[in-house]
């Protein structure tokens, strides 16, 4: 089946700076896409989401980029804290549920 | 807010044991969800469920079995559970048509067979 993947499984920033962490996705036909933080002990928890008509939407101190050329998802996060210290997850719309990466895991020293 | 609750956060449990895991939402979703969770093998489905009575195998479903006789709540069952299934398993809610919107997750329940 379909699947998607990410491209590092760590990310080890600074507080203050500015993350990026990378999904590439395989299927072309996806128009739907998620990002799901999930911290030590906890369910995932949604923070952003995009649909395949758009290729940027920003949140709170987050952004989603979408490149449908390349299959690539992007979230950034800026002025990184080490509440953000978790595992990310990228998703995209399956047929039946969500097909999840597995997973970045953040980790934000002071 | 969405809420998805859990029956239990830890459960231990012995080999050929008969395990039923419990999951509750209570925003009205279609669709109900059962993932099981692995170091490097990310979130992996079990089952899903659309609808009261409705199922779907997902990924994974050797070995389990669920059961939807009300809209509000979703049973994973281990028919005789065995210690390649200890893990954490997950439930989770979406309205809508399932996998086009976000799914709202539980606090999962770390379950250990012995």
């Known amino acids: 089946g379909e699947s998607v993947g990410l491209h590092l499984p760590t990310l080890s920033v600074q507080e203050g700076d500015n993350s990026i962490i990378n999904c590439a996705y395989s299927?072309?036909?996806?128009?739907?896409f998620i990002w799901y933080k999930q911290e030590s002990g906890k369910g995932p928890q949604f923070i952003i989401d995009?649909?395949?008509?758009?290729d940027k939407r920003q949140g709170q101190r987050v952004t989603v980029l979408l490149n449908k050329t390349v299959k690539h998802l992007s979230l950034q996060i800026a002025a990184t804290q080490p509440g953000d210290s978790a595992v990310y997850f990228c998703?995209?719309?399956?047929?039946?549920?969500?097909?999840f990466g597995k997973g970045t895991t953040l980790s934000v020293s002071s | 807010d969405v809420k998805v609750t859990q029956s239990s956060r830890y459960l231990v449990k012995r080999t050929g044991e008969k395990v039923f895991l419990e999951c509750v939402q209570d925003m009205d979703h279609e669709n109900m969800f059962w993932y099981r969770q692995d170091p490097g093998l990310g979130l992996r489905l079990i089952y899903f469920s659309y609808d009261v009575k409705m199922k779907e195998k997902g990924d994974i479903p050797e070995g389990y079995s669920v059961s939807r006789e009300k809209k509000e709540r979703f049973s994973l069952i281990l028919e005789s559970a065995s210690t390649n299934q200890t893990s954490m398993y997950l439930c989770?809610?979406?309205?809508?048509?399932?996998?086009?919107?976000?799914?709202?997750f539980g606090p999962g329940t770390r379950l250990t067979v012995t």
């Open positions: 998703a995209e719309n399956g047929r039946t549920a969500l097909i």
């Open positions: 989770a809610s979406s309205r809508g048509l399932a996998g086009s919107y976000e799914q709202y």
């Open positions: 995009i649909r395949s008509n758009m």
């Open positions: 299927n072309s036909a996806s128009d739907y």
